[in-house]
């Protein structure tokens, strides 16, 4: 029981954590919001780690196979593919996420802003696209639809940020 509460907790503050910053990021025109951004990614980041160790510690029995096989029963269950490649997504994610919000906590705030809008969509593309199949594809009842809704705001939050990223580089350019 506490280990459920556990695991499922820290997934909820990774996704919240997320999407509030997201939203921050999207808003925010003159970047008055980016230090709570980066603290809302690292607070989701932190968030991630410590889900990853509880699915391990109450679920997997700190065991890859194991966690690979469960990985494929679900995948199975879903789509009809006994398949536990998604674990080694989990992993990439896990992995680029603490290099990303590294890298901002490295390089400073104007350094993050300045990627690619290229590396950008499709680094919080992955992360939606993740964030929608954890919720809506694997899951059921409540957590499908605050999923949806979780997702839907997020996409909308980041078409807004691009809007605004090629409005503004449209602009610095008629200067």
């Given amino acids: ?71 494929a029963r679900q995948t199975d269950e879903v789509f009809r593919v006994n398949w536990g490649g998604g674990l080694f997504i989990n992993y990439a994610l896990l992995a680029l996420w603490i290099v990303d919000v590294g890298w901002w906590w490295k390089s400073g705030l104007e350094s993050y802003r300045q990627r690619s809008r290229a590396l950008v969509m499709a680094w919080h593309g992955f992360l939606i696209f993740i964030i929608f199949n954890a919720t809506v594809v694997f899951k059921t009842g409540l957590v499908r639809w605050l999923g949806l809704l979780m997702t839907v705001l997020l996409s909308v939050a980041w078409s807004q940020a691009f809007r605004q990223r090629r409005t503004s580089s449209v602009t610095l350019a008629k200067s």
């Fill in 1 to 71: 029981m506490r280990g459920e509460f556990l695991t499922r907790v820290t997934i909820w503050i990774t996704f919240i954590g997320y999407t509030a910053g997201s939203v921050l990021f999207a808003i925010s025109h003159r970047r008055r919001f980016d230090s709570a951004v980066r603290i809302a990614w690292t607070i989701a980041v932190v968030g991630l780690i410590a889900h990853f160790i509880c699915a391990f510690q109450y679920y997997h029995f700190w065991s890859h196979s194991h966690a690979y096989i469960e990985t």
